[in-house]
């Protein structure tokens, strides 16, 4: 079984609609994030936590917002999609000491 | 500020040929260095690291970088490529371990038959 699962895979949605990908994890680490990632961008830090009770917003939080609802769970939302937002999302986990990321498999989001 | 630039966003070479992406990077303190790969239409694996013992590091399938303080670089290498190769890789660096990661742009690596 897969370290970090996201769901749903795929996502197509139209704008002003309220969306949610979860986000979890089987290895027990404190360190969560989420990306979005866009051609020709690399990776972009929404938000990230270490652990439940601390959230942080990264580089570009603006329209996103997150839930830390347990140490294996991390949910991103958008509350009103827009098309810019259309975009590879990407979940990761680390451990306490940092260092190196492990990604999910990706949730391609669409809006229309 | 921290940064961290791939000087390529393509390079194209014959299977078989050696493979050089090329990797620079500021950072304030002594940082750790990453490379990550991502075949097409799947997600971020972690090739290699660096975080402060030997300057040259191995990673996954044949890959490996030299860190090199002087030159703020840390460029990835492999002797022979092959087509399985083909992905896009990125340059991440981290001040320390209570940073974000920054992440390069990007290299796509196309390997001709």
């Known amino acids: 079984d897969a370290d970090v699962t996201q769901t749903p895979r795929n996502r197509i949605t139209k704008t002003g609609k309220r969306i949610m990908l979860e986000c979890s994890q089987t290895?027990?680490?404190?360190?969560m994030y989420w990306y979005r990632q866009d051609p020709g961008l690399g990776l972009r830090l929404i938000y990230y936590?270490?652990?439940?009770?601390?959230?942080n917003k990264g580089e570009i939080s603006d329209g996103y917002s997150v839930s830390r609802q347990a140490q294996a769970k991390f949910s991103l939302s958008l509350e009103s999609a827009i098309p810019n937002q259309t975009a590879l999302y990407f979940c990761?986990?680390?451990?306490?000491?940092?260092?190196?990321?492990?990604f999910g498999p990706g949730t391609r989001l669409t809006v229309l | 500020a921290q940064s961290v630039t791939q000087l390529d966003s393509h390079v194209s070479v014959s299977e078989g040929t050696p493979v050089l992406l090329r990797c620079n990077y500021s950072s304030s303190y002594s940082p750790s260095l990453f490379w990550y790969v991502q075949h097409p239409n799947k997600g971020l694996q972690l090739l290699l690291k660096y975080t402060s013992a030997a300057t040259l590091v191995k990673g996954i399938n044949g890959f490996e970088a030299e860190f090199k303080k002087s030159e703020t670089s840390f460029h990835l290498t492999k002797p022979s490529a092959h087509m399985s190769d083909a992905a896009e890789y990125f340059c991440?660096?981290?001040?320390?371990?209570?940073?974000?990661?920054?992440w390069g742009a990007g290299t796509k690596l196309i390997i001709k038959p």
């Open positions: 990761a986990i680390a451990p306490t000491s940092g260092g190196a990321q492990f």
């Open positions: 936590s270490f652990d439940v009770k601390d959230i």
């Open positions: 290895k027990g680490h404190d360190r």
């Open positions: 991440v660096v981290s001040p320390d371990s209570n940073y974000q990661l920054i």
